[in-house]
């Protein structure tokens, strides 16, 4: 996470949320040092960069835009982790059973997805992410939310995951800058608040999801509003019963590996 986004301060914020505190102060020592080096070897091999480029110092964002990007974003965050969680178990047989035939129909479904939205969800979803925080709102962003999720839940129900942080930043980014618009706010200040907002409504670490966010951009001014964005897409995702995404994926895993014997004695995904 330091070395892929240039964030060294949320690598170590994302690896106490997840790891839990206890358990990280036997091992602090290790992960902050491995963190460090891999953003120093980003940095060495391409140099200082932003992960979004430069961005203009974005304008103020109202108190009840923030309120409802974080309302937003936990509601549909919750629903992006238990979706991706539940799919793969549901799935899990089907996989043994066939496949081949399974991640060759979800993966023709991602191309159906592609080419009927007016959105490009193929890859990580960074350009996508990119053009909002900078102001650049297109059609193209009303769709993309739901598009980019599905895409998303499909590769990761195949079996063929390419990550998690990238597609929630631009799926926030499309949730924020469309409630923007709505509310006559600035698109590319809400984009922002809505990364926050449902990468910690999808992944339960709202301390990496803000600072992410912060190191991302680096203008202070926007750090309230993101903060509290960030904090009330926990919450809501907390009380709509989203669990921690990737722990439950460790376990996930697991099931999905096992051979179809065993699932009987498998514990059941919660």
Sequence with gaps: LGAAFNTPLAGVTFAIEEIGADYFGSIKDFVVMSIIFAAITAKWLTGEYAYFGRLAA???????????????GGVLGAFFSTAILEGQRRISDLYHRHCYAVPAALGFGVLLVSAVSMADVL???NEAAQALVHGRF????WQFPAAKMLATLMTYWAGLAGGIFAPSLAVGAAIGSDIGRLMHASPASCALVGMAAFLSGAIQAPITSFVIIFEMTGHHQMLLPVMLGASIGFMVARLAGADHLYQELSKSYSYL???????ADSPTIS
């Design 138 to 141: 297109g059609a193209w962003a």
């Design 123 to 125: 890859g990580p979803g």
């Design 58 to 72: 974005p304008p103020p964002v109202s108190m009840a835009a923030v309120v409802l990007i974080g309302l937003a």
């Design 257 to 263: 590996l096992a051979s179809p014997e065993t699932h």
